[in-house]
T-cell receptor, first 112, second 114 residues
Framework: DQQVKQNSPSLSVQEGRISILNCDYT??????FLWYKKYPAEGPTFLIS?????DKNEDGRFTVFLNKSAKHLSLHIVPSQPGDSAVYFC???????????FGGGTRLMVKP | NAGVTQTPKFQVLKTGQSMTLQCAQD?????MYWYRQDPGMGLRLIYY???????DKGEVPNGYNVSRLNKREFSLRLESAAPSQTSVYFC?????????????FGPGTRLTVL
């Protein structure tokens, strides 16, 4: 049973518009959530994170929103750029801080 | 500063063969991790090492062994490879464990077991 789900395998948006990537989780013991970005033939790189005690975290063009009651988080990218085209993974960190559980990823394509 | 390096980049094995995947980091990180990525499954933790001299099982440890050789190096061994172990394997490291310690990933090893 997947504890972290990204229900949209792919998303296509126009350059300059907003990209919204969604993530649902079932484990209420997650203490922290992270988003990673992955280009082909490379390892994932850390993008942005949010603590379970917050509902929003912003870093430049990237904002992550957390709705604990709905067990849902989303990543907003504004404005989207072609270089943002990649696979995005959300992950939950357990409260022991030693295990990340990843979603299946969403492939974002930003068209020029 | 190379970050996290993995060797080999690609490997093809026959069922029953053994091999060791190597991982090294030059960031003086304490914690190291091994993940596998399968299509649509995200990354799943195989084993991790919180600090030199310690190793612990992750979500999918069956069929694998690990060795934390020193602070820099963390290897993953498949004793008797099976087709179900066909995957992309990523090594990662972090300063420590806990919510503030993001993980840095290597480029991955693509393994095919025939």
């Amino acid at each position: 049973d997947q504890q972290v789900k990204q229900n949209s395998p792919s998303l296509s948006v126009q350059e300059g518009r907003i990209s919204i990537l969604n993530c649902d989780y079932t484990n209420s013991m997650f203490d922290y959530f992270l988003w990673y970005k992955k280009y082909p033939a490379e390892g994932p790189t850390f993008l942005i994170s949010i603590s379970s005690i917050k509902d929003k975290n912003e870093d430049g063009r990237f904002t992550v929103f957390l709705n604990k009651s709905a067990k849902h988080l989303s990543l907003h990218i504004v404005p989207s750029q072609p270089g943002d085209s990649a696979v995005y993974f959300c992950a939950g960190l357990n409260n022991a801080g030693n295990m990340l559980t990843f979603g299946g990823g969403t492939r974002l394509m930003v068209k020029p | 500063n190379a970050g996290v390096t993995q060797t080999p980049k690609f490997q093809v094995l026959k069922t029953g063969q053994s091999m060791t995947l190597q991982c090294a980091q030059d960031m003086n990180h304490n914690s190291m991790y091994w993940y596998r990525q399968d299509p649509g499954m995200g990354l799943r933790l195989i084993y991790y090492s919180a600090s030199e001299g310690t190793t612990d099982k992750g979500e999918v440890p069956n069929g694998y062994n690990v060795s934390r050789l020193n602070k820099r190096e963390f290897s993953l061994r498949l004793e008797s490879a099976a087709p179900s172990q066909t995957s992309v394997y990523f090594c990662a490291s972090s300063v420590g464990q806990g919510v503030w310690h993001e993980q840095f990933f290597g480029p991955g090893t693509r393994l095919t077991v025939l």
